[in-house]
């Protein structure tokens, strides 16, 4: 039977959540995944040492595999080099959120006034802290990336040592940027490489496949499939995987996410197998990762092998993407 | 307290289902209307007279009000000139649906072979009888009702003396055909003069405003808004109120269509105020409508003053557009 061996997968995009949900999601993502970036927007944000570390040992509680490290993340704000200087060891990246965007975003960034965030991006430049940023605008819905790119742009040339990660990027715009800036990276999801507009709204209105930022047009999933599938070394895996309760869902103002944790290497296999391109999907899915980010990961193999994968209709409250189809490839044993 | 009169309103383009569920709307709407253009798309389709002369009855049985005409429609498909010389003293239109594009349409015209349509199409034009059309392809969502302009145009050029109407706008590219040929005609629901797909997917998920069209662009509501509050004498107000169960709304495959019978008048002042345009109503919800479609309607006075409306949650099982907010406008009394 055909497998496929991949050698530390990392998640460099997640949403464990807290509290119960956590204790749902944090074990399917520690058991397929070596490390994984662990998103800062709970509510209160994470903005402080102590949050830090407290978040990070309820998730270490929460997985049931020791082989399995969280990359754990401050919620942006403006921070002083002292500060940051004393949390530098803690974290691996600081996530920007452009206020009211997303999921618990209230306290973001409203204005990118470059001087007023300077002190903290050059603190974060010259201590290698990588800026991990929701690229979106608060304009048009098909709008808010493209929109965004200018900030980018500010960023990207105004801080040149700073490592950007454009994160969850949706269009083609966005990979145009990669080539463009030598410090701008991207995270890319499972789901932004199979869907478009058309699966969120063009037929029945599906719920489950709704995220921020939306899926785009198909030539913005062409362009991402296009660097993905190349594992263009500057773009690495990033699920975004975004649990909510089937309820919140499925309701009458339902919010924004994806969750994919259990299923996006399978789900990986089989998009990489479909254009021929297994041999790249190490690549995107952890060394690219581990040199962008300066990672020495869990060692950890995952052996998936092409036999069906019956997704289960729900994990906990949520229902996962694909739920209740069959996937071609399932996870056959991790050591 | 500042009133307004409305005489005959007519909404020419509603579905008002079957069974129970036209029960539950056809007295919503003809208690505010004199009449109402009532789409075909049944499981199976209206395609033969009796079943024509049979809806029409269950219609006038669900009725709570006798001065309201149900303007019937057949689905559209290749009839005999002596099929529509039996019929046409009992449908005011023939609604053609692109095969697939919304509910129940999945017997619809797959293929727009002008020969193949040329009999029916010329009967038809000779008849008096209107070409009602749901304007989209099986494109990308946002872009299926501007790829259908080339097919308005094909028919508009090759049956000159066919009255044709653009059904449920929602581009500035349908406004402009407007003007480009004297046979094509256009409704405008209330809600696409309201919402961009912002209000369906720009913050959270909202299932109650997905519809098909699925609402478009700021500039293109801005193009609807353009035409409908000059009552350009070419556009129309036709609700296309589509009840669907809340149970089914709030799922994880949601259908298209927005319930808005019973507020949509309400809506109506509303934005015609806002805009100072009030003056501009009775001929975008009347007097366009009768004049294009040759109607003599059912004598009717709507009376609506500036008093709060409290939105019902529910009509029976189904959710209306605004449930539980308040309108500014309200039905004072009908005559």
């Not at 270490?60 to 082989?67: I, L, N």
């Amino acid at each position: 039977m055909k497998t496929i061996t991949l050698t530390m997968p990392l998640d460099m995009h997640v949403h464990l959540r807290d509290g119960e949900m956590l204790e749902t999601v944090a074990p399917l993502t520690s058991y397929s995944f070596s490390g994984a970036l662990v998103m800062p927007n709970l509510v209160p944000p994470v903005t402080t040492l102590e949050a830090v570390k407290s978040y990070r040992s309820r998730i270490k509680k929460a997985m049931e595999s020791d082989d399995f490290e969280p990359y754990m993340t401050l919620f942006y704000q403006n921070y002083s080099r002292t500060f940051l200087e004393s949390v530098q060891d803690d974290i691996t990246a600081i996530k920007l959120y452009p206020s009211g965007v997303t999921t618990n975003s209230e306290g973001g960034v409203s204005s990118f006034d470059i001087e007023s965030m300077r002190e903290t991006l050059e603190a974060m430049s010259d201590l290698g802290i990588v800026l991990s940023v929701h690229g979106e605008t608060n304009g048009f819905v098909m709008d808010r990336e493209a929109e965004f790119m200018s900030v980018y742009e500010m960023l990207a040339s105004n801080f040149p040592k700073l490592k950007i990660v454009m994160e969850h990027i949706t269009t083609a715009e966005a990979v145009e940027m990669l080539d463009r800036y030598d410090n701008l990276y991207a995270t890319i999801t499972v789901h932004h490489l199979m869907i478009t507009l058309d699966d969120v709204a063009g037929g029945m209105l599906r719920p489950h496949l709704f995220c921020k930022p939306i899926a785009k047009r198909p030539h913005d999933r062409a362009a991402l499939l296009n660097v993905a599938l190349a594992a263009h070394p500057k773009v690495m895996f990033g699920s975004d995987s975004a649990p909510h309760p089937k309820h919140t869902k499925e309701s009458c103002g339902c919010g924004a996410g994806v969750f994919t944790a259990p299923i996006a290497l399978q789900l990986l296999c089989e998009i990489f197998e479909a254009h021929d391109k297994l041999d790249n999907l190490q690549a995107f899915v952890s060394d690219n990762a581990q040199r962008i980010y300066g990672i020495c990961a869990e060692y950890k193999e995952v052996v998936l092998e092409k036999r069906d994968f019956h997704v289960p209709e729900l994990y906990g409250s949520v229902v996962p993407m694909r739920a209740g189809e069959i996937l071609t490839w399932s996870i056959e044993r991790v050591d």
